[in-house]
T-cell receptor, first 120, second 116 residues
Framework: AQKVTQAQTEISVVEKEDVTLDCVYETRDTTYYLFWYKQPPSGELVFLIRRNSFDEQNEISGRYSWNFQKSTSSFNFTITASQVVDSAVYFCALSSIRSILTGGGNKLTFGTGTQLKVEL | ETGVTQTPRHLVMGMTNKKSLKCEQHLGHNAMYWYKQSAKKPLELMFVYSLEERVENNSVPSRFSPECPNSSHLFLHLHTLQPEDSALYLC???????????????FGEGSRLTVL
């Protein structure tokens, strides 16, 4: 069974502050994908990043950065110099690569999400 | 524009009504999904279709009936729903094996369903 835990239900910051969203996962698979999605008020989930379980290299993309620690089963997401437009619900998700390769589709397991509010 | 379009965006129905949610993807993908998003709960996978065949039915009550007539369209037929079925229903697609699976799903904006 797979499980994704986002312990922070809501975070409020002032614009230009840095903010880190935590994600801890559980899986018995040895190969898997981890994702972060953003859900603005419009509703659709917007894909932000995917990491493979065998690639622990951390990544920075503009104001976004990700810290993947396989030893602690964590995949945290940091927004630097937050902006009001970053206000949204952020979801961490996990899927099994084996399921994809065996034709079972890409069945993502999501966390409960973290509501980020960035205020002026 | 996400490439995955869902209609209607909002739906209010009584418990005895029959209605359908529609999803269309313009991305050339081979797999499509229905997810249910309820308040304070993780997104729940409902159904997965790969190459128009259902590959997952995640213990969903029979009052929800999916249909995938081709790889671009996915429906969710609703009948005799309960108030607890009120939620945001999200459709997603992915390239699938034939298209080179990269893992991520592409989501529509969802259909907000209210059951009275």
């Amino acid at each position: 069974a797979q499980k994704v835990t986002q312990a922070q239900t809501e975070i409020s910051v002032v614009e230009k502050e840095d903010v880190t969203l935590d994600c801890v996962y559980e899986t018995r698979d040895t190969t898997y994908y981890l994702f972060w999605y953003k859900q603005p008020p419009s509703g659709e989930l917007v894909f932000l990043i995917r990491r493979n379980s065998f690639d622990e290299q951390n990544e920075i993309s503009g104001r976004y950065s990700w810290n993947f620690q396989k030893s602690t089963s964590s995949f945290n997401f940091t927004i630097t110099a937050s902006q009001v437009v970053d206000s949204a619900v952020y979801f961490c998700a996990l899927s099994s690569i084996r399921s994809i390769l065996t034709g079972g589709g890409n069945k993502l397991t999501f966390g409960t999400g973290t509501q980020l509010k960035v205020e002026l | 524009e996400t490439g995955v379009t869902q209609t209607p965006r909002h739906l209010v129905m009584g418990m005895t009504n029959k209605k359908s949610l529609k999803c269309e993807q313009h991305l050339g993908h081979n797999a499509m999904y229905w997810y249910k998003q309820s308040a304070k709960k993780p997104l729940e996978l409902m159904f997965v279709y790969s190459l128009e065949e259902r590959v997952e039915n995640n213990s969903v009550p029979s009052r929800f009936s999916p249909e995938c007539p081709n790889s671009s369209h996915l429906f969710l037929h609703l009948h005799t729903l309960q108030p607890e079925d009120s939620a945001l229903y999200l459709c997603a697609s992915s390239p699938g094996l034939a298209g080179g699976q990269t893992g991520e799903l592409f989501f529509g904006e969802g259909s907000r369903l209210t059951v009275l």
